[in-house]
Nanobody, 123 residues
Framework: QVQLVESGGGLVQAGGSLRLSCAAV????????MGWYRQAPGNERELVAL?????????NYADSVKGRFTLSRDSAKNTVYLQMNNLKPEDTAVYYC???????????????WGQGTQVTVSS
């Protein structure tokens, strides 16, 4: 089985910074994509940032976080980091790590989710 281990959430004042990390642990053949989603109270879960391991290993960001958040990946460790700067109260949410990966050659890819880490930004 695969487990996504998350860390880095917490309480911060507006304008502050946090760094989230997520490591995929277990038998992993290949990772197709890895990143972060978030769900604020009363809202649906939405994409925050995602790195795709296809051609160019492109990264995608939600418009609301562009220029403030940076997603990076350490492929050797199957780990992604989300550096969140200039945090705003509207960033308050539970942040969930997501990985789309294959455990074995010629096996289908599955989505795996972390348990979620709370990010609270006070005004």
């Amino acid at each position: 089985q695969v487990q996504l281990v998350e860390s880095g959430g917490g309480l911060v004042q507006a304008g502050g910074s946090l760094r989230l990390s997520c490591a995929a642990v277990g038998i992993i053949h290949s990772v197709n994509a890895m990143g972060w989603y978030r769900q604020a109270p009363g809202n649906e879960r939405e994409l925050v940032a995602l790195i795709t391991s296809g051609s160019g290993s492109s990264a995608n960001y939600a418009d609301s976080v562009k220029g403030r958040f940076t997603l990076s990946r350490d492929s050797a460790k199957n780990t992604v980091y989300l550096q969140m700067n200039n945090l705003k109260p509207e960033d308050t949410a539970v942040y969930y790590c997501n990985a789309n990966l294959r455990r074995f050659f010629n096996s289908r890819a599955y989505d795996f989710w972390g348990q979620g880490t709370q990010v609270t930004v006070s005004s």
